[in-house]
Structure formats: C-alpha cells, structure tokens
C-alpha cells in the first residue's frame, strides 16, 4: 500500500544547510563523521519571550519539515545544526515520522 506524504515536495521552497550528528563513537573512539546535506524544507519560524529573573528575552525557534528520510543511514535524528535565512541554529529534536509499514513519511527537526 502506498501512503501520501504529508509534506509534499511542492510546499518545500526554502533553501537549508544542515549537518546532523550522528551518536555513538567508532572503534577508534572518535565520533562518527557528520552528516552534512544542502536541502529544500518548509520552514516555519516562531518566536516566545521568556521573562528570567533579570531580563526579558527573546527566544526565536523553529520547524524544518522535510518530504521523506533525509538521513537514511542514521536510525534516529539526535542533533546537529543548520543554517537557514543565514543564521545557524541548533537541532534541538528531530523526529522521523513513519509509516504503519515502518517507512519514513516525513522529517522534522526543531530548531533553536
């Protein structure tokens, strides 16, 4: 059975950079070599103040929803950066939403 994609290709417009982590460490006890990927996503901005004891401030985040698996080698998303409208940010949390077969359907990551 087929499955629609719930972030289709025509929605995703805007250029992104993003280098993911991968976890664990390689024989040698090194990390593993990023994985790094020049895309097109659908970006959605969002911003919260946070008021602290001294100051207020401003918290700007975001979503990158990206059609399919953007890192099949990579069982799970668990950090990294990108770089979008020229500023880089921080993966925060990256999800792989699949399939009731086990296939990815779409990725996003939350940005920081």
């Given at each position: ?13 805007t ?17 593993f ?17 946070i ?31 990108v770089?979008?409208?020229g500023?880089?940010r921080r993966?925060e949390q ?13 990725c ?5």
């Amino acid at each position: 059975m087929k499955y629609p994609c719930l972030v289709p290709k025509i929605l995703c417009k805007t250029d992104i950079h993003v280098e993911l982590i991968q976890e664990g460490l390689d024989k040698y006890g090194e990390e593993f070599p990023k994985v790094v990927l020049d895309l097109q996503c659908n970006f959605q901005d969002k911003a919260k103040t946070i008021y602290t004891a001294e100051k207020k401030a401003v918290q700007v985040t975001g979503t990158a929803l990206f059609p399919g698996d953007i890192a099949p080698e990579l069982p799970s998303i668990c950090g990294g950066s990108v770089t979008v409208f020229g500023v880089k940010r921080r993966v925060e949390q990256g999800t792989k939403a699949r399939n009731p077969d086990g296939s990815v359907n779409y990725c996003r990551l939350e940005v920081v």
